[in-house]
């Protein structure tokens, strides 16, 4: 009985010109073609697979071989239309170029060229897969191609055209057919089904229309193998999906809202639900992608247009309608990127797994920090060249230039100086370095210019991203954000993972001196002792306890200003000629080379600003 089953597409095999679905426009052309009687002698038919090239070429030669032709309506009962029908090689001789691609095969066809045809007027040669001759092959069928004997007619067929030599393109009309729409490849699907009493649903039929990327013969191959299950109940949607072993829309509209959700957790939980359904990694990440893409068309385009762009039903919009007020257009982008970049390490991984649930921990926190607004303050802050640590020091440099070098000059400069403040502006004094100016002033309600600090030690979140920030590799790090930190300091950094697996992939591999470089980075030490672990008891304890930060890996230049004494003088101090008097206060001196070099600067600029002022106001000093 098996010998006598034909497949379903061997069996509504187009047979005329009117029964080929879609390409409205070679039909349209080939049918003018054949009633004016203008046939060329070359054809070169291109386009997708099972899009009704070879199909159209034997159309074309039945209706150039009928017996009534050459028509656009075949009989297909004379000895020719049978002929051609049961792929009799008599005068229509069809060739695979993949497996005849030698120079030899193609001398071959030509010694034969010569025969006249036995049943029909044309001799037709149909070589499918054209593009693997080799060049030799191409060269010995140029001239022939070029001007071939009376009545030989060539269709070339390829689904790679950019192969072909132009020598070859040129000789030939060429015809593009296109991906036939998948309202067309329902329509025809549900005539078959009609036709064989498969019992499907439309959805399913929908289901296998978009699959099939345009091909008929990859769909209707598909319904013949669902047919089996149509039997006994209706073909839905699902069964095409656990066919074709693709992930439910359900399904793939949990593990999104995770994703959005930035759920690591929960997002591997249902990664391996899918994975252990017998899922591939490389089909998961492909489904996901296709997801995205049908929640980015549903973003961006009018709603009547979403079922036929992204073949989805009503209740699966809806759905997508809801989720799409969680993300931005450029979220969504920036997703299907990351997808299609752990689709390209996948496939280059041995193992595969491991990639998968890397991608996904990813993938779940990569939409925290990418929203619009915020990108735009980065992009901003970036131009303008201000960073968080850099605010703390304009007040300071502010104060500096602001503050003034006491001048002293008579009752009259001074008035003449405030009536006229535009025609006999006030000096600029030099530029001084902060620590010139704080031993310059130094009094009692003296108060030093702010210092920039570094971040809070204490905040355990801001260390730990801090400490994320000097690892190198994206897929450590994503790793790494399932961790949660119980201790960060210059002592001992001690991380958690829930899953003891994550803790042996970090123990096991050199993520570990990953982790331990990026803490000798941040506390600018070597061998620090980093701890990789499951949770315990005692971990909130050690959480709550500040890291210790030693004062001595301060800078230096902070020291100084922060630390300068001010004890006063006691009675025994006697004052030494070297000593100043200022406001009736005796000046210690201050015996730190480095603050006797800023002092020495300090006074040098004091009595140039005291030249200049005398010079200025031609003044003098008054006792």
């Known amino acids: 009985m098996s010998g006598n089953y034909v497949p379903l597409y061997r069996k509504y095999r187009p047979q005329t010109l009117e029964e080929l679905v879609g390409q409205e426009h070679i039909k349209k052309t080939l049918t003018s073609a054949i009633e004016l009687g203008k046939i060329a002698h070359a054809f070169l038919f291109t386009g997708p697979r099972g899009t009704g090239k070879t199909s159209t070429a034997r159309i074309l030669a039945k209706s150039l071989n009928c017996k009534n032709g050459p028509t656009i309506h075949p009989c297909g009962e004379c000895e020719s239309c049978r002929d051609i029908t049961n792929s009799v090689p008599i005068d229509v001789i069809e060739i695979d170029a993949a497996s005849n691609r030698k120079v030899e095969d193609t001398q071959n066809i030509l010694e034969k060229i010569q025969y006249v045809p036995v049943n029909g007027k044309y001799k037709i040669y149909i070589i499918d897969e054209v593009h693997m001759l080799t060049n030799h092959a191409f060269n010995a069928l140029l001239k022939t191609l070029e001007e071939p004997p009376e009545n030989v007619i060539f269709i070339l067929a390829t689904t790679e055209v950019h192969k072909v030599l132009d020598t070859i393109k040129s000789r030939c009309q060429r015809f593009d057919f296109r991906r036939i729409t998948t309202d067309d490849i329902v329509k025809h699907l549900r005539y078959i089904s009609d036709k064989e009493n498969i019992n499907i649903t439309d959805d399913a039929l929908f289901t296998i229309a978009k699959n099939s990327a345009g091909g008929m013969r990859d769909s209707i191959s598909l319904l013949d193998q669902l047919s089996l299950l149509g039997v006994s109940k209706e073909v839905t949607s699902d069964d095409v999906n656990a066919i074709l072993g693709r992930i439910s829309f359900d399904t793939l509209n949990k593990l999104s809202g995770k994703i959005i959700a930035s759920s690591p957790n929960e997002a591997i939980e249902i990664l391996?639900?899918?994975?252990?359904?017998?899922?591939?990694?490389?089909?998961?990440?492909?489904?996901?992608?296709?997801?995205?893409?049908?929640?980015?068309?549903?973003?961006?385009?009018?709603?009547?247009?979403?079922?036929?762009?992204?073949?989805?039903?009503?209740?699966?919009?809806?759905?997508?309608?809801?989720?799409?007020?969680?993300?931005?257009?450029?979220?969504?982008?920036?997703?299907?990127?990351?997808?299609?970049?752990?689709?390209?390490?996948?496939?280059?991984?041995?193992?595969?797994?491991?990639?998968?649930?890397?991608?996904?921990?990813?993938?779940?926190?990569?939409?925290?920090?990418?929203?619009?607004?915020?990108?735009?303050?980065?992009?901003?802050?970036?131009?303008?060249?201000?960073?968080?640590?850099?605010?703390?020091?304009?007040?300071?440099?502010?104060?500096?230039?602001?503050?003034?070098?006491?001048?002293?000059?008579?009752?009259?400069?001074?008035?003449?100086?405030?009536?006229?403040?535009?025609?006999?502006?006030?000096?600029?004094?030099?530029?001084?370095?902060?620590?010139?100016?704080?031993?310059?002033?130094?009094?009692?309600?003296?108060?030093?210019?702010?210092?920039?600090?570094?971040?809070?030690?204490?905040?355990?979140?801001?260390?730990?991203?801090?400490?994320?920030?000097?690892?190198?590799?994206?897929?450590?790090?994503?790793?790494?954000?399932?961790?949660?930190?119980?201790?960060?300091?210059?002592?001992?950094?001690?991380?958690?993972?829930?899953?003891?697996?994550?803790?042996?992939?970090?123990?096991?591999?050199?993520?570990?001196?990953?982790?331990?470089?990026?803490?000798?980075?941040?506390?600018?030490?070597?061998?620090?002792?980093?701890?990789?672990?499951?949770?315990?008891?005692?971990?909130?304890?050690?959480?709550?306890?500040?890291?210790?930060?030693?004062?001595?890996?301060?800078?230096?230049?902070?020291e100084k200003v922060e630390q300068i004494p001010t004890e006063s003088v006691s009675d025994e101090t006697q004052v030494n000629p070297n000593e100043k008097v200022v406001n009736n206060e005796i000046s210690t001196e201050i015996t730190s080379p480095d603050i006797k070099k800023e002092e020495k600067k300090s006074e040098r600029i004091e009595s140039d600003q005291e030249k200049m002022v005398l010079e200025l106001f031609d003044g003098k000093y008054i006792e």
């Open 272 to 558: 391996n639900e899918i994975y252990n359904a017998g899922n591939e990694p490389l089909q998961i990440l492909t489904n996901l992608s296709e997801y995205f893409k049908n929640l980015l068309i549903v973003k961006t385009c009018r709603k009547e247009l979403l079922p036929e762009l992204t073949g989805l039903n009503e209740p699966q919009i809806e759905e997508m309608l809801k989720q799409k007020e969680l993300l931005e257009t450029q979220q969504i982008v920036f997703l299907m990127e990351r997808i299609t970049y752990y689709i390209k390490e996948v496939k280059q991984a041995t193992n595969q797994h491991l990639w998968l649930e890397v991608g996904m921990i990813d993938l779940s926190n990569m939409t925290e920090n990418t929203t619009l607004l915020d990108l735009q303050k980065r992009v901003k802050a970036l131009e303008s060249g201000s960073t968080p640590l850099a605010q703390p020091l304009r007040p300071q440099i502010q104060n500096i230039q602001s503050s003034s070098i006491p001048i002293k000059t008579t009752e009259k400069e001074q008035k003449t100086v405030e009536s006229d403040p535009v025609t006999r502006p006030a000096p600029i004094p030099p530029a001084q370095t902060p620590a010139a100016q704080v031993i310059k002033e130094k009094t009692d309600d003296f108060t030093p210019p702010p210092i920039s600090k570094k971040a809070d030690g204490n905040d355990i979140n801001t260390l730990w991203q801090n400490l994320l920030m000097n690892i190198k590799s994206p897929a450590t790090k994503a790793l790494l954000h399932l961790a949660t930190p119980v201790r960060i300091s210059a002592d001992e950094v001690i991380i958690t993972f829930k899953n003891e697996k994550l803790v042996s992939q970090i123990n096991d591999t050199n993520k570990k001196q990953m982790l331990i470089d990026a803490a000798n980075t941040m506390f600018n030490q070597s061998n620090s002792k980093v701890s990789v672990r499951l949770p315990q008891s005692g971990d909130n304890s050690l959480q709550n306890t500040k890291p210790v930060i030693e004062e001595e890996k301060k800078k230096v230049a902070i």
